[in-house]
């Protein structure tokens, strides 16, 4: 069963920047899809971005150009997102995600939120 923990929220000023780290426990030797996502108070729960086992890449138009998503070179179960010029509407709860994956052992079926980090701009 795999977890994720996140990592990296923080207080920051508008037009700064920072990285949110996720690492997922379990299946080694799984490729997973990873995403994150966020959710401001009083709003529904956002996707900002994903990169899947084949280390495609998606974002949302609110977030491109600004947040850059990456899979560590060496830690393939650590995703990363870079994120620069916060707004105070970037303030949230951000949240990883896995939704399937590649490799031997049921990767494709492993699923899991994190807990979330906050990231507050102001």
């Known amino acids: 069963q795999v977890q994720l923990v996140e990592s990296g929220g923080d207080l920051v000023q508008p037009g700064g920047s920072l990285r949110l780290s996720c690492a997922a426990s379990g299946n080694t030797a799984c490729t997973y899809d990873m995403s994150w996502y966020r959710q401001a108070p009083g709003k529904e729960r956002e996707f900002l971005s994903e990169?899947?086992?084949?280390?495609?890449?998606?974002y949302a138009d609110s977030v491109k150009g600004r947040f850059t998503i990456t899979r560590d070179d060496t830690k393939k179960w650590v995703v990363n997102l870079r994120m620069n010029m916060l707004k105070p509407d970037d303030t949230a709860i951000y949240y990883c995600?896995?939704?399937?994956?590649?490799?031997?052992?049921?990767?494709?079926?492993?699923?899991?939120w994190g807990q979330g980090t906050q990231v507050t701009v102001s």
């Open positions: 995600r896995v939704n399937g994956g590649s490799g031997a052992g049921g990767c494709g079926l492993a699923k899991a």
């Open positions: 990169i899947d086992s084949a280390d495609r890449i998606f």
